[in-house]
């Protein structure tokens, strides 16, 4: 319950929230992650992570957001498989020259998942999620994170990313090429059946498209 109150108190942010604009957010990045989970342990390999945001006007109503990512890797003929997409709301809540901070709340999708020598399993989580960018006085550069987490029914999760990005100011549109680190953990405990801890990490490059 009371994970869930945080999670309302989070849904009465637009009290203070405005977004000023519509706007169309896409972006694609190539993560070199390594893999890791029960009898299971791999190098890096190229995954591909994939975002799309609407904001609006309309102070009461949340902005959506979707992630999406896909892991299927190999460690000596045994599979480590996991595909999550995110449902995200989420509200401006800063927005000005000096920062930039967005909350809300974030359905996951657990798909696909696989380890090992256990079954399969799938299944929903709610989240907190928050992302911040705050510019570097001077330059196209600034910093950024993205996180989400949760621990909800003796499962927990996060999901973490930060790093810098350079972004390009265009007539109809802004670039930002992102260059960041990304570590996710997931602990499952009789999730679908399935317990145990999956976990993800490496380098991302990215490029994000605000319209």
């Known amino acids: 319950m009371k994970r869930l109150a945080t999670a309302l108190c989070l849904l009465a942010a637009p009290a203070i929230a405005t977004a000023d604009v519509l706007a169309f957010k896409a972006g694609a990045a190539a993560w070199l992650a390594e893999g890791s989970g029960p ?3 791999a190098g890096e390999e190229q995954q591909l ?3 799309a ?3 609006h006007p309309v102070p009461l109503i949340p902005n959506i957001k979707l992630r999406y990512w896909d892991y299927a890797e190999e460690d000596r003929n045994r599979p480590l498989e996991l595909t999550t997409l995110d449902a995200i709301l989420y ?7 000096l920062i930039d901070l967005d909350l809300g709340v974030s359905a996951t999708n657990f798909q696909d998942g696989r380890a090992p020598g256990r079954g ?3 299944g929903w989580l709610p989240q907190l999620y928050g992302t911040v960018h705050v510019p570097i006085f001077g330059s196209d550069l600034g910093v950024y994170g993205e996180a989400m987490a949760t621990s909800w029914d003796d499962t927990s999760a996060y999901d973490l990313e930060a790093g810098l990005a350079y972004t390009l100011d265009m007539p109809v549109l802004d670039l930002s090429l992102r260059l960041g680190y990304r570590q996710v953990e997931n602990d499952f405990d009789d999730f679908d059946d399935f317990s145990g801890k999956v976990e993800f990490r490496g380098w991302s490059l990215g490029l994000l498209i605000d319209l």
């Not at 509200?91 to 020259?97: F, Q, S, T, V």
């Open 53 to 55: 945001a609407f904001e």
């Open 91 to 97: 509200y401006e809540i800063l927005d000005n020259p």
């Open 39 to 41: 009898a299971f342990d």
């Open 120 to 122: 399969s399993f799938e």
């Open 49 to 51: 992570s994939l975002t």
